[in-house]
């Protein structure tokens, strides 16, 4: 924490790279834009964890898209007008943007890490979702791939769609990333994935309450139940109801994660000495 008090003042469209390394520690996590142009790509093709590519040019299509409720950071080489144009687009989006001080070479020169980038990789599943079908997309973009790609088609296309599109296929019957005995699609990814965190694992016991039916799993599957159901009738478009059906994942991880022991009631009568105090 001293790092982030002591170090010098960003300006209103910049992050320093210590306060940026903090705000890769909070849940959820910023979103993350490299944006150099092509040339400077092409020579490095590596990016800081957790990082989505989008050329300058595509800024203000991605704008639509990302989560109005996460913080976004954009990165150019050494952070200068390529980063500060893109952090200054989706500021006037609405975004809180900033272009992070320096670049990724600054955030190589002070030990940050970086990883080659991957083309992002895709997901179909039958359409209309529910629970596991936002769940599982919530889960792949949190902790295995942030620029995943998710398509939701009728249900009698999802394997040709995967086999015309390079996507894999999740919560159909007979494919990996799918229901197996009591287990759900989101135990699925868990497993596969090798994610072991106690946070993701009182989630996934929420998620398979509410998605299987057993709603006595947890206390929260019928809430998380309810939420879903509503969710699909506030949204017909699957696309949009995946974008702000993460925020209902991201709430419930950061309560599993930071306030599981938390609890809530209405007391009168403290409110009433805090007041007379005050």
Not at 14 to 41: G, H, N, Y
Not at 230 to 243: E, Q, Y
């Amino acid at each position: 924490m001293d790092a982030v008090r002591n170090d010098p003042p960003s300006t209103s469209c910049s992050i320093s790279i210590a306060r940026f390394r903090a705000l890769r520690e909070s849940f959820p996590p910023p979103q993350v834009l490299d944006v150099r142009r092509a040339p400077a790509f092409e020579r490095d093709p590596v990016v800081i964890p957790g990082s989505v590519r989008c050329a300058p040019q595509d800024v203000r299509a991605l704008a639509a898209t990302l989560e109005p409720w996460r913080p976004v950071v954009s990165v150019c080489v050494h952070g200068h007008e390529v980063s500060e144009e893109a952090a200054a687009t989706l500021a006037a989006a609405g975004y809180d943007a900033r272009a992070l001080d320096g670049g990724i070479e600054q955030w190589r020169a002070e030990g940050g890490s970086v990883v080659a980038w991957r083309a992002p990789s895709r997901w179909v599943t039958r359409e209309r979702p529910k629970i596991d079908r936002i769940a599982c997309p919530w889960l792949v973009r949190r902790f295995v791939d942030p620029a995943a790609r998710f398509f939701y088609v009728p249900n009698a296309e999802v394997r040709a769609f995967a086999a015309a599109n390079g996507a894999t296929p999740y919560d159909i019957p007979d494919v990996d990333y799918s229901h197996r005995g009591a287990e759900c699609s989101f135990d699925a990814f868990i497993r596969l994935h090798g994610l072991d965190d106690p946070a993701l694992a009182a989630l996934a016991a929420i998620v398979r309450g509410a998605d299987t039916g057993a709603l006595d799993l947890a206390a929260e599957a019928p809430g998380l139940l309810a939420v879903s159901l509503g969710l699909s009738r506030v949204f017909a478009d699957d696309d949009a109801m995946l974008r702000f059906g993460m925020l209902v994942y991201d709430a419930l991880y950061a309560r599993c994660r930071d306030a599981a022991g938390e609890s809530h009631g209405w007391n009168p009568d403290s409110l009433r000495v805090a007041a007379a105090a005050a």
